[in-house]
């Protein structure tokens, strides 16, 4: 598959709703009329694209929407993006191979983005997703606050489970490298929505940290936890879908749902 292929279809329809509010983050109020626990919010963290692409607003607007709570994107990258809105070069579902062409491709427009993952470690990010979380509870007095993280933001969101002093509960999709003794840290309830074939969460991974949090079942240390595999899909498909491609619509509005209804019970918005 050509490069104009994989691009295809990868933008949301319609338009962000939100705006910009605490520290420049993007920011998706509960609608009023049925807002459940106006003291609970979830936060959004974005994949590489950050906050330009407009995916991550459409999808914290439908997740305040359907959560009846505060939604908040803050730019975990600090304005130095890692990725361009047009360099998508993934494939779009299962059974899709990079070609040749397209390595290349994705090699000649990440060595000028060098700077901005240096700018990006999770040495550097790790630190401001704190910040802004802290800053959050103190600022807006919420009660609990969830995350949900895609891709970059889903490996940031791994490491922050292991900090139930900053949120209550989790939602990984699709997530970036991160390492199992991330995983052995979890201290919050997370559930993984997972490609079937995805470059960056191997099979090994996948099932390593499936068989950890496990292993604690009838320990102190247990977590509630949950993975759910959707099938033809990759990388991505939950945060910037190829909406044409049927079982690939089907499986980002099944991790939508499977974030709502993990956050309904975990933060008790139900």
Not at 5 to 17: N, S
Not at 40 to 65: H, Q
Not at 91 to 104: I, L, S
Request: charged residues 25%.
């Amino acid at each position: 598959m050509s490069c104009p292929d994989c691009v295809k279809g990868a933008y949301l329809p319609g338009d962000p709703v939100g705006k910009l509010g605490f520290k420049g983050a993007y920011y998706s109020p509960a609608p009023k009329p049925n807002a459940i626990r106006g003291e609970d919010a979830v936060v959004l963290l974005t994949d590489g694209f950050g906050l330009p692409l407009k995916n991550c607003k459409i999808i914290a607007d439908t997740l305040a929407t359907r959560l009846g709570c505060d939604v908040w994107v803050p730019d975990i990258l600090g304005g130095a993006y890692t990725i361009e809105a047009d360099d998508l070069l993934l494939p779009d579902r299962a059974g899709v191979k990079m070609t040749f062409a397209n390595w290349v491709t994705f090699i000649k427009k990440t060595i000028p983005k060098i700077p901005a993952f240096l700018h990006n470690t999770p040495s550097k990010v790790d630190p401001r997703i704190h910040d802004f979380i802290l800053g959050l509870r103190e600022d807006k007095k919420y009660t609990k606050i969830g995350a949900i993280g895609y891709c970059y933001g889903g490996a940031a969101a791994v490491r922050l489970s292991s900090h139930p002093e900053l949120i209550d509960s989790a939602v990984i999709c699709h997530p970036g490298p991160f390492s199992l003794k991330d995983v052995k840290r979890i201290q919050v309830p997370v559930s993984w929505a997972c490609a079937q074939e995805d470059l960056f969460f191997s099979d090994k991974l996948r099932k390593q940290s499936e068989t950890a949090l496990a292993a604690r079942k009838d320990q102190a240390g247990f977590v509630e936890y949950q993975f759910i595999e959707y099938k033809g899909t990759t990388h991505g498909f939950a945060a910037r879908p190829n909406l044409e491609v049927p079982e690939v619509e089907t499986a980002f509005e099944g991790a939508l749902t499977q974030a709502t209804e993990w956050f309904a019970k975990t933060l008790h918005l139900d």
